[in-house]
């Protein structure tokens, strides 16, 4: 069984492999703790989420600390499937299912979840990435308002 999670700010939309069921929680303690339960009853073989900027560590954190098989994908390897397959309508609930199709077919590897420390230096040198970009993003705005050498402020 194979187990596909489209993850969104407010809910997780669950789909289904071979049986397309589906079903959708609120993404919060109560619904990811619920998921959980659900899940470990049906006992999947992979389940996939995609990566989205952070709305999917809780559910990835409690899957993985109940010793389920948890996988992390990148939304583009998802999309191309999606093309490859023909799949142009997109709702979440399409998207879980074809996130379950997706699990079923290409069956990515598992893989160890980052350590605490390892995901507090990947946010900070992401930040710091971040910041040095609006720094530079800054200065190229500052040439073009008083040109190339000239100081607006004296030190």
């Not at 989205?52 to 998802?78: I, M, S």
Request: contains cysteine.
């Amino acid at each position: 069984m194979f187990i596909g999670i489209d993850v969104a700010k407010a809910e997780l939309v669950v789909g289904v492999r071979p049986t397309s069921d589906g079903w959708t929680v609120m993404n919060d303690a109560t619904g990811v703790r619920d998921l959980v339960e659900r899940l470990q009853a049906l006992g999947p073989t992979l389940i996939v989420l995609e990566a989205t900027g952070g709305y999917e560590l809780q559910c990835v954190a409690a899957l993985a600390a109940a010793d389920l098989p948890v996988v992390v994908v990148n939304p583009r390897q998802v999309r191309d499937f999606a093309r490859a397959t023909g799949q142009l309508a997109k709702t979440d609930r399409i998207d879980a299912e074809l996130l379950a199709r997706f699990a079923e077919v290409v069956r990515p590897a598992l893989r160890a979840l980052p350590t605490v420390d390892a995901q507090e230096l990947d946010a900070l040198l992401t930040r710091r990435r971040q910041l040095l970009e609006m720094l530079g993003a800054e200065r190229k705005r500052l040439d073009h308002v008083f040109g190339t050498g000239k100081k607006p402020v004296k030190k």
